[in-house]
Nanobody, 119 residues
Framework: QVQLVESGGGLVQAGGSLRLSCAAS????????MGWFRQAPEKKREFVAS????????DYLDSVRGRFTISRDNAKNTVYLQMNSLKPEDTGVYYC????????????WGQGTQVTVSS
């Protein structure tokens, strides 16, 4: 079992930056692939970024590539999402998720943190 708690959301003007954090419980954090997802009002939840358990591989939604950076600190059981050059279309609830390294689906989810980008 892994419990995830996101923080760092807020209101920011277009062009600004935010850093989201996701703190995980448990001693096996380093064995999970981690991801960030987001859901805008009246839209389906979408993948934003992921990072492998080994820190060796990252992936991004095309529209955030070059602006967002996912990273993790296994010693602190924390994954981060640095978001720069934010746009109004980045607005939504951002969720952290954990996927066991031997599974294909994300099994654990945080409660989400709101990000609002004003134009």
């Amino acid at each position: 079992q892994v419990q995830l708690v996101e923080s760092g959301g807020g209101l920011v003007q277009a062009g600004g930056s935010l850093r989201l954090s996701c703190a995980a419980s448990g001693r096996t954090f380093s064995t999970y692939n981690m991801g960030w997802f987001r859901q805008a009002p009246e839209k389906k939840r979408e993948f934003v970024a992921s990072i492998a358990w080994s820190n060796s591989y990252t992936d991004y939604l095309d529209s955030v590539r070059g602006r967002f950076t996912i990273s993790r600190d296994n010693a602190k059981n924390t994954v981060y999402l640095q978001m720069n050059s934010l746009k109004p279309e980045d607005t939504g609830v951002y969720y952290c998720a954990a996927r066991p390294m031997d599974q294909s689906k994300y099994a654990y989810w945080g409660q989400g943190t709101q990000v609002t980008v004003s134009s």
